[in-house]
């Protein structure tokens, strides 16, 4: 089994930054696309961005400039950089990842952004 886990969520205020970041127990990376995921009071858990093995990115329309995902095989690790950050960014932020086969989950870092 392997084991994801998120760090570096918090309370930050509007427009300020956070950078997440999800580590493998193991060395699943290379050939695993690595999503984070966010799911906000009563609402249901929606894509944020994605990386594939190759490095191509995806990110959702809401995001689209303010927030870069990165990857180290290397390291096991995905981050998330989240620049200008708006209260509707405010939910709980999950890193997956996922092949043909396999799909693990993290437990999910709170980000909260408010004044």
């Known amino acids: 089994q392997v084991q994801l886990v998120e760090s570096g969520g918090g309370l930050v205020q509007p427009g300020g930054s956070l950078r997440l970041s999800c580590a493998a127990s193991r060395s699943i990376f290379s050939g695993a696309a690595m999503l984070w995921y966010r799911q906000a009071p009563g609402k249901e858990r929606d894509l944020v961005a994605s990386?594939?093995?190759?490095?191509?990115?995806n990110y959702a329309d809401s995001v689209k400039g303010r927030f870069t995902i990165s990857r180290d095989n290397a390291k096991n690790t995905v981050d998330l950089q989240m620049n200008s950050l708006k209260s509707d960014d405010t939910a709980v932020y999950y890193c997956?990842?996922?092949?043909?086969?396999?799909?693990?989950w993290g437990q999910g870092t709170q980000v909260t952004v408010s004044s």
């Open positions: 990386i594939t093995s190759g490095g191509l990115t």
């Open positions: 997956n990842a996922r092949s043909l086969v396999f799909n693990y």
